[in-house]
């Protein structure tokens, strides 16, 4: 029945236009990435591979599709009013609430990966340790789509504009307001995504985007926030009204 669930909802998820639609912005950072490598210098490309990892694929490509995936786990049948036919699934809610979130995270781990492999690329032109590159590219990739597919889902059972909701949280919160104010940093996704991939970014990102917490740390804590959402996403469609 696990199986079944999980293969309907990534059937359902995965397949959806919007979803080929938004595939298109990893497919552009692949694109940037094959023309960066074909005209600059190794030297020069040290710059391209924090902006890519850090900023691109952590910082916008992650948090867009998990956003637009992670909503829809659930906000089209909300939209449709469909809902309340989960009532007549013979499982716990909570069976459900993970195959949703299991089928969103892959979804977005599999149309990013053009994007990953992109970094991957750019990171061992430049002579970085190629398992140091792969790994934490997929780690930082893996954790951060996890923890915003979780925290989206939630949001799809919370709010009707949950889309909404996770754009300002995406824009303001993420790319602003955590940014200026380290106080904040510790409430924003991105920051621990971020200090994860600098296993993959020679050097360091600047310091004010990424948590002040280590690299075991943060990806704890990424694992946590899916954990988390999961739980308490499971808790609101037990008690939620789906009539």
């Given at each position: 029945?696990?199986?079944?669930?999980f293969?309907f909802s990534?059937?359902?998820i995965?397949?959806?236009g919007?979803?080929?639609?938004?595939?298109?912005l990893p497919?552009?950072?692949?694109v940037?990435?094959?023309?960066?490598i074909?005209?600059?210098s190794?030297?020069g490309?040290?710059g391209?591979?924090t902006t890519?990892?850090?900023n691109?694929?952590?910082?916008?490509v992650v948090?867009?599709?998990a956003?637009?995936?992670g909503?829809?786990?659930?906000?089209?049948?909300r939209?449709?009013?469909?809902l309340?036919l989960?009532?007549g699934?013979?499982?716990?809610?909570w069976?459900?609430?993970v195959?949703?979130f299991?089928?969103?995270?892959v979804?977005t781990?599999v149309?990013?990966l053009?994007a990953?492999?992109?970094c991957m690329?750019v990171?061992?032109?430049?002579?970085?340790?190629?398992?140091?590159?792969?790994g934490?590219i997929?780690l930082?990739t893996?954790?951060t789509?996890?923890?915003y597919?979780g925290l989206f889902?939630l949001?799809s059972?919370l709010?009707?504009?949950g889309l909404?909701a996770?754009?300002?949280?995406?824009?303001?919160w993420?790319t602003?307001?955590?940014?200026?104010a380290?106080?904040l940093?510790?409430?924003?996704?991105?920051?621990?995504?971020r200090?994860v991939a600098?296993l993959?970014i020679?050097?360091d990102v600047?310091?004010?985007?990424?948590?002040?917490?280590?690299?075991?740390?943060s990806?704890?804590?990424l694992a946590?926030?899916a954990?988390?959402?999961?739980v308490l996403s499971?808790?609101?469609?037990?008690?939620?009204d789906?009539?």
């Amino acid at each position: 029945m696990g199986t079944t669930l999980f293969g309907f909802s990534l059937r359902g998820i995965l397949f959806r236009g919007r979803t080929a639609a938004f595939a298109a912005l990893p497919l552009l950072v692949a694109v940037v990435a094959v023309v960066v490598i074909a005209v600059t210098s190794v030297a020069g490309r040290y710059g391209v591979q924090t902006t890519l990892t850090a900023n691109l694929l952590t910082g916008l490509v992650v948090p867009i599709v998990a956003l637009v995936l992670g909503i829809g786990a659930f906000g089209d049948e909300r939209d449709s009013r469909t809902l309340p036919l989960l009532r007549g699934v013979a499982r716990p809610r909570w069976h459900l609430v993970v195959a949703r979130f299991a089928a969103a995270w892959v979804s977005t781990f599999v149309v990013v990966l053009p994007a990953s492999l992109a970094c991957m690329a750019v990171g061992i032109s430049i002579n970085l340790p190629a398992a140091d590159v792969v790994g934490g590219i997929l780690l930082a990739t893996a954790l951060t789509s996890a923890a915003y597919t979780g925290l989206f889902v939630l949001l799809s059972l919370l709010t009707r504009r949950g889309l909404l909701a996770g754009l300002a949280y995406v824009v303001l919160w993420e790319t602003f307001l955590a940014g200026l104010a380290p106080a904040l940093r510790g409430l924003s996704i991105g920051s621990y995504g971020r200090r994860v991939a600098t296993l993959a970014i020679p050097g360091d990102v600047p310091v004010g985007t990424v948590a002040t917490t280590g690299v075991v740390t943060s990806a704890v804590v990424l694992a946590g926030i899916a954990v988390g959402s999961v739980v308490l996403s499971s808790i609101r469609l037990q008690r939620m009204d789906v009539g």
